[in-house]
């Protein structure tokens, strides 16, 4: 049994400080919220100062790459290219390509075109043109910690339904990261966004959703975007998630390839969008941290 924390010793969370100033009072809050049958946290998946630091090292060069993949992606550009783009840039800032033979992915990068819910494999053969939508998915470990964010690209024109789904499932992420509040229940969040994204007629995945990060590459909790208000796990300060539905034109119906067991699309053909940005809730609120 780990031995009880007492008042002067030093804070678990590594600060230096005082447990009685330092997190004595958070971990009284968590009690009487576990008391009133809150879900909460285990104290490893709430991250300290310094490794909210760390990873936000992740993050710069997440959000780097993916700002050197909107600069450079049109129409005629092959997926592969893509995947080269992601690797080289991340090695060139010193991180590690995290999707990379992750549980036998192939490439460094997801990129999802059209229908492809998530998890699309990239391909010399595959060759993006106009009226494509596509969400290229980076994740990066700088140091041994994780950062994960993911954007829709329009190719060249696209059709106006198409444009609409890609901007209403940014303004799902939106609204959902004004509901990230400590001491709330994260289901708040989830409800936020599937409200919205039904409200212009579409529907969310259900079976895949968000994940908590840092530490590793997918943590607890495990995240809804189809929830109920005042369900699901507490958010408290030093929790880091995503934010990442995929919302689709049609039905919420999906299924994965049989043949590479990884591309996830949507059972009717429609196309499907995702934004992901990761957010760190904080003692006021919130802060995203990458995008």
Known sequence: MAKKIERNDPCWCGSGKKYKKCHEAFDEKMELM????????DHDLIKTPAQIEKIKESCKINIAVLDYVAEHIGPGVTTQ?????????????????APLN???????????????????????????????????????IYQGYFSDSSRMFCIGKVSPEKEKLVRVTKECVELGLEQVKPWTPIGNMGSAVHKHAVENG????REIGGHGVGLEFHEDPWVSY??????????????????EPMVNMGSDEIYTDEIDD????????????????????????????CW
Not at 81 to 97: L, M, N, S
Not at 269 to 289: D, N, R
């Open 262 to 289: 990884w591309t996830v699309r949507t059972e009717d053909g429609l196309p499907s969008a995702q934004w992901e940005i990761m957010v760190l809730v904080t003692e006021t609120g919130h802060e995203v941290l």
């Open 102 to 140: 992750y549980e036998g992915f192939p490439k460094s990068v997801c990129t999802s075109i059209n229908e492809v819910v998530c998890h699309g494999i990239p391909d010399e053969e595959i060759v993006l043109k106009e009226g494509d939508i596509v969400n290229v998915d980076v994740s990066t």
């Open 81 to 97: 290219q893509i995947d080269d783009w992601v690797h080289e840039e991340t090695v060139r800032h010193g991180g590690i390509p």
């Open 34 to 41: 576990k008391k009133k049958g809150y879900a909460v946290l």
């Open 202 to 205: 579409y529907t969310v995945v």
């Open 226 to 243: 189809t929830s109920k208000e005042d369900t699901g796990v507490l958010m408290v300060p030093g929790m880091i998630f995503t934010i």
